[in-house]
């Protein structure tokens, strides 16, 4: 049986979303076979390129391995090649070094800057539309800086530490947001003043931000001119050179680095396909995304390439959730055809806009309704970003994603303005490691021996202990109506102590109880997990012997991560069940402590985690490739 061949072109936001859901769609159809094209072997997070260029994160933090996102999914085959031409007739993808034919073809391959023309642009002017631009816009930043730094010249200086952003909108008012962040730690690591960095943002139109609301836009716009820097509106760059850029009314600014971000057009390599375009070189698509004209030959189009009019002279957007949306539907709208089932009209679901001016500040509009900014602008928009890892199940990438925005950002540059990406030497924490399971081996020794003596092993496992045939814990439903329960309350009757409460032991005091009798739900529980006296035994041995290997592990540095949020837990329970006491409830604030990788130094994670990851990994993900198979 011949094999229905689907090939995906480009891996972005649209081709990945699209051959995900491809790939989970059709997992059963053993006749289906998937092929996902693309240049890199990567997908590039197009909406955090300015953090690559402001040198907030590296390169890697928003470069996601195909490989680790579709690793799982055998019914997708990856290739890193250039596409150059489509055989329509044929129904043939033709790459640098292959061919590929299909019967259904989803062509993502995104836009490219538009500089209508500009004079200069492509020569002196930097953009920001690929990890190579982010990478090359850094580094010229950079090198800028440290040659303005021992410049003599004041007027050459002072164009040389002025940066231009030539384009209001996302892209423009977020790379202006992270040099507003880069501009203290540049100027530190150059000995130069911050206030010698300059900041302009140029705009052809009389307002910025127009895909947001005038309120919000008039919120980013305050907090731009609070932060020096200077917005020059109605004003259309005619020409840019390599030491100036020449405006409308024929004024110039000197400056060495014009970025411009000041339009998006349709990826230019589809202009080889010959298939009709709308504005802005991009391929037209009914209302299915199917190109117009090759509707029989199952072609579709998605993301920034899709010229779909989803109102009169209004098409699709090219952000993110359009991106998806596109994707998703004509991978539907495939599925469909496959099956014989009825396609789907495409109708976009934006549900709002956000942007962020630098790591700490942001403006956001949700649902129509909900106006964020400042942190909580931030905060929703890390959410987003978490949410497409979520959606595209890479819980690989949104660990790593929180990693880099969070833990692992210098110069206080995250939504946290640094406290959460303090480095500290966890050599410093291993007295207290060693401590700490050393607390918690004396605990379980104690359950161990009971009233025998510790130098005589031969005492151990008898009164007392946790290992003998009387229950310990303090359950109702455990405690017999017998002699022993008698006399524990006829004790019980005896002369009553007061507890007090507090954090260390007092002499002479009773310490008191986290909580005296456990809670009505809790104790459901309990009594579900242990119903009676045979089950508790079991327990109190099993969970001796528990304690003693996660307090050997702690000494030793093994597994620490783990093995402290494991006490939390016990802790946890042990409170609940009416068996701990306040004045040992600092276990909790020191296993948190303790999870900061205090393993990593005199212990064992130091060997152990890497060779589990580098295992787990290779089993999961295969051998790792610089190059896909063609």
């Not at 716009?221 to 390599?242: D, Q, T, Y």
């Not at 007295?431 to 005492?459: C, H, I, S």
Request: glycine share 8%; aromatic share 12%; net charge negative.
């Amino acid at each position: 049986m011949s094999k229905t061949r689907i090939v995906v072109v480009g891996a972005g936001y649209a081709g990945v979303f699209g051959t995900k859901h491809l790939s989970k769609k059709l997992k059963k159809h053993e006749d289906v076979e998937i092929t996902l094209i693309d240049r890199h072997t990567y997908q590039t997070m197009m909406t955090e390129l300015h953090e690559v260029a402001g040198g907030r994160v590296e390169p890697e933090a928003i470069q996601y391995d195909l490989q680790r996102l579709f690793s799982r999914r055998k019914n997708v085959k990856l290739v890193t090649d250039n596409v150059t031409n489509i055989d329509k007739d044929n129904k043939v993808v033709i790459t640098e070094h292959g061919e590929y034919p299909f019967d259904y073809l989803m062509l993502g391959m995104g836009g490219e800057p538009n500089d209508f023309g500009t004079p200069g642009v492509k020569e002196h002017g930097f953009t920001l539309w690929s990890m190579e631009d982010a990478i090359r816009l850094r580094h010229h930043i950079e090198n800028t800086v440290a040659k303005a730094a021992v410049e003599p010249d004041e007027q050459v200086r002072r164009s040389m530490l002025t940066f231009v952003v030539c384009g209001s909108g996302f892209t423009g008012i977020e790379m202006v947001g992270e040099l507003i962040d880069m501009r203290e730690p540049i100027a530190k690591k150059h000995k130069i003043s911050p206030d010698e960095i300059t900041l302009k943002v140029v705009e052809a139109a009389p307002t910025i931000l127009n895909m947001l609301d005038r309120n919000d836009a008039a919120i980013a716009e305050r907090f731009l001119n609070k932060k020096e820097v200077e917005i020059i509106k109605s004003s259309p760059i005619v020409e840019v050179g390599a030491t100036d850029i020449t405006l409308k009314d024929g004024s110039k600014i000197p400056t060495h680095t014009l970025i411009w971000t000041a339009g998006v057009q349709g990826n230019s390599d589809a202009k080889e396909f010959d298939m009709e375009t709308g504005r802005a070189n991009r391929l037209v698509a009914n209302e299915y995304l199917q190109a117009k004209g090759y509707e029989d030959k199952g072609i579709y189009v998605v993301g920034d390439l899709v010229y779909y009019e989803e109102f009169e002279n209004t098409p699709t957007p090219q952000i993110v959730q359009a991106a998806e949306g596109t994707g998703q539907y004509a991978a539907t709208n495939i599925v469909a055809e496959i099956n014989g089932t009825e396609k789907k009209a495409y109708k976009g679901n934006y549900q709002g806009f956000m942007v962020s001016i630098g790591s700490k500040y942001g403006v956001a509009c949700l649902f129509e309704k909900i106006h964020l900014s400042g942190f909580l602008a931030i905060i929703m928009k890390h959410i987003v970003n978490l949410k497409y890892f979520f959606d595209i199940r890479s819980g690989y990438y949104m660990f790593q994603y929180m990693m880099h925005e969070f833990f692992r950002v210098e110069n206080e540059r995250n939504v946290t303005r640094g406290h959460s990406s303090r480095n500290s030497n966890v050599l410093w924490s291993v007295p207290l490691r060693v401590f700490y399971g050393l607390v918690w081996l004396v605990e379980a020794m104690k359950k161990v021996v009971g009233n025998g003596d510790y130098l005589k092993p031969a005492t151990w496992f008898k009164e007392g202990s946790w290992f003998t045939d009387q229950v310990a814990f303090p359950f109702p439903w455990l405690q017999a109506a017998d002699a022993t329960s008698g006399a524990s309350e006829a004790a019980a009757g005896g002369a009553e102590t007061v507890a007090h409460f507090g954090l260390s032991y007092a002499y002479g005091e009773e310490p008191m109880l986290v909580f005296d009798h456990m809670p009505k739900w809790f104790a459901s529980l309990m009594e579900f997990m242990v119903p009676n006296r045979e089950v508790a035994l079991f327990f109190q041995k099993f969970m001796t012997i528990f304690e003693i290997l996660i307090a050997l592990a702690i000494i030793v540095g093994l597994f620490t991560w783990l093995a402290n949020a494991t006490t939390i837990a016990l802790v946890a329970a042990f409170c609940l069940s009416g068996m701990f006491y306040w004045v040992n409830i600092w276990f909790i604030p020191v296993a948190f402590a303790l999870m900061n990788g205090s393993g990593r130094a005199l212990g064992l994670d130091k060997w152990v985690v890497p060779w589990l990851q580098r295992t787990l990994g290779k089993w999961w993900y295969g051998e790792t490739k610089s190059l896909y198979g063609h």
